[in-house]
């Protein structure tokens, strides 16, 4: 039963975020200021963990490798593919539900507890529209270009240390990119991008927007929102992939 | 002027405000005043839209707002400012911007003409100069006044100030009382304040209203307060032995001729 209150609460928060601007200018302005929050204070995390899963990736698949007849081409395949369509959508978004949804959870819950959403209420703003919708237009522009980078870094991370470690040459790494290679798969990319995306910055911005109590309610509601998102986002990983592979 | 009739507010089964009506005075400062758990943060809830009342209405100038569009609601809101308790300040704006951000919200003016604005309302709150400073770099009473500037810069016709003076020295009270005092007249606002502090009672009370369990228990001025009959009122009033010698002095001076 309390599911169903929760979850009716999350739908009428989302419909409660269209309403015609009071002044369009100030939602342009939070929209960039959350973009550069989400987008620019991402980016060293996203950047380091791309990195190190291409790298792990090119060398854990060389360790299980070990058949003469499998060509060593194949290891960049594998990488590739598995970058594209699983590491950097899902993991990085985990990373980021951490990051940037116990951002907005604990930053919409310190200013419902501090009385600021009040404050807005009271003045007109339809604190819905002005906090939440800048917040999850930014993450869905912001968060598949972050994506799309990691995918870019980690097989550039694979290839690095491919190299370093001795287990395979740039050449073949270069070679073993370009076969078998279907475009098909970053479309899949960008669809899971697009769902934990939402996913990451609506739930968090429900638990923030709707705390009550005082600073230890907002550190639970912030944790909270951050379980809810990975469950959520390993649920809908799943299910994008039985839909679409 | 406010008026509200009939007002009930329930949570689940709980009855927190039972049939309340009054009036709000245009001009004045009326207080509400009462012990903790009596209705009076609900009260105020309602008054500015905050809590949706379960029955009764509110008349802001003789319209409903109950009965408004979001729209008309909106527009209402415009003429509405609030001090909060923890004065709600924008953690990330310093002191000019978070005056600045209802004029850049509901109005189009220039930028010189809000700069203007802010700068007045800065002043006419003694904050002159603080305009680049941080809610977390300012005192506690410092953080009342720049709320008093960012309530009052769209010039309300309603202002609402909750507990203004919780947490700050006698003397910044003080100071925070005259401010709302004045500005009331100043601006010809409806002021409602929700309060403990007597001496905010004594001072500024051109109405008060009592609350007791949800009701409204008494209704008059702060000279009235020393003949009130009411005995919860007594008993909240004169708790202290320094209200109950304030009491004592006044009835000895033989003020009561003046009432």
Known sequence: MKFFTKFGEYLLMLKGMFSRPENPKMYWK??????????????????????????????????????????????????????????????????????????????????????????????????????????????????????????????????????????????????????????????????????????????????????????????RSSTTSVVVSCILILVCDFAVAALLL | MIEIKNLKKSFAEKTILHDVSLTMDTGKCNLIIGSSGSGKTVLMKCLVGLFAPDNGSILYDDLDMISMSVPERKELRQKIGMLFQGSALFDSMTVEQNIKFPLDMFTNIRHREKMKKVNEVLDRVNLKGANNKFPSEISGGMKKRVGIARSIVLNPKYLFCDEPNSGLDPQTSLLIDELIHDITHEYNMTTVINTHDMNSVMGMGDKVIYMYMGQKQWEGNNKELFYAKDEKLAEFIFATDFMREAKELHLQHGNKEQV
Request: charged share 10%; hydrophobic share 55%; proline share 4%.
């Open chain 1, 30 to 219: 939070e929209f960039m200021h959350q973009c550069v929050e989400i987008g620019i204070g991402s980016l060293p995390i996203v950047i380091i963990i791309s990195l190190f899963l291409g790298g792990v990736t090119t060398v854990q698949t060389a360790y299980q490798l070990v058949s003469p007849l499998v060509a060593p081409s194949t290891i960049a395949q594998i990488v590739r593919d598995s970058m594209i369509l699983e590491l950097s959508p899902t993991v990085v978004s985990i990373v980021l539900a951490g990051v940037i949804g116990s951002k907005i959870a604990s930053e919409l819950g310190n200013m419902r507890i501090s009385e600021q959403i009040d404050a807005l209420e009271i003045m007109g703003i339809n604190t819905k529209a002005y906090l939440i919708m800048p917040k999850i237009v930014a993450a869905l522009l912001m968060i598949p270009l972050l994506i799309a980078l990691s995918a870019i870094l980690g097989i550039w991370g694979g290839r690095m240390a491919g190299d370093l470690s001795g287990i395979l040459a740039t050449d073949i790494f270069d070679i073993g990119l370009r076969q078998n290679f279907s475009p098909y798969n970053v479309f899949v990319s960008l669809v899971k991008a697009y769902i934990f995306a939402f996913v990451i910055s609506s739930v968090s911005s429900y638990y923030g927007y709707f705390v009550t109590g005082g600073a230890l309610e907002i550190g």
